[in-house]
């Protein structure tokens, strides 16, 4: 079974700070990660995928993620974090093996400080 | 990427009643999925829309209780029936372009569904 581990509920960062949101899975085949962002009252965004190659992916919005096969993590980075990108955060596992379907994180809160 | 819309944006609904949510893409998709988040939490997968056949539930959801249609490659309905104030959520269309390829699933804004 497809599991997706955020061990982090709620992080807090000033504006100008780095970021780093963990995002740990289980998959029984190569997997396809997704990071969304949810803001208050919307949908879900996509921030950026993984499907194969290169193991660090450029997202928008200033984010990129790295795939770790040996750790089996997708975690989520950015330099310098705006207060606009206050919002909650999905990381997500899925893939044709898997009938496409998605298996969501129980998504991190993240607050941005001025 | 597909526009999602998906109607009613939100309601508040009377327990014991039904209501049906639709989800209209701008382009022709190979996958239509439904989930919900319940206040608070993550998404959980209800079903998957085939279309011009059933669609395929996920363990803990039922066709009686979420009756969902999909009549052609761009529209989708979910019916969420006989509403207890538990079915209090939001539920999210998504659609993924092609099987099997490289691309993503793209979610609607969501239905925001409170039952009194």
């Known amino acids: 079974a497809q599991s997706v581990t955020q061990p982090d509920i709620h992080i807090t960062v000033s504006e100008g700070a780095s970021l780093e949101l963990r995002c740990n899975y289980s998959?029984?085949?190569?997997?396809?990660l997704f990071w969304y962002v949810q803001s208050p009252g919307q949908g879900l965004q996509l921030l950026l995928k993984y499907f194969s190659g290169d193991t660090l992916v450029q997202g928008i919005k200033g984010f990129e993620a790295e795939f770790k096969r040996s750790q089996s993590s997708f975690n989520l980075r950015k330099p310098s974090v705006h207060w606009s990108d206050a919002a909650e955060y999905f990381c997500?596992?899925?893939?044709?093996?898997?009938?496409?379907?998605?298996?969501f994180g129980t998504g991190t809160q993240l607050k941005v400080e001025l | 990427s597909a526009v999602i819309s998906q109607k009613p944006s939100r309601d508040i609904c009377q327990r014991g009643t039904s209501l049906t949510i639709q989800c209209q893409v701008d382009?022709?998709?190979?996958?239509m999925f439904w989930y919900r988040q319940q206040p608070g939490q993550s998404l959980t997968l209800i079903a998957t829309a085939n279309q011009g056949s059933e669609a395929t539930y996920e363990s803990g959801f039922v066709i009686d209780k979420f009756p969902i249609s999909r009549p052609n490659l761009t529209f989708s309905t979910l019916t969420v029936s006989n509403m207890s104030p538990e079915d209090s959520s939001i539920y999210l269309c998504?659609?993924?372009?092609?099987?099997?390829?490289?691309?993503?699933?793209?979610f609607g804004d969501g239905t925001r569904l409170s039952i009194l």
């Open positions: 997500a596992v899925g893939g044709p093996g898997g009938g496409n379907k998605l298996t």
């Open positions: 998504s659609v993924l372009k092609d099987r099997g390829s490289n691309q993503p699933q793209h």
């Open positions: 382009s022709q998709v190979t996958m």
């Open positions: 998959y029984g085949a190569t997997p396809y």
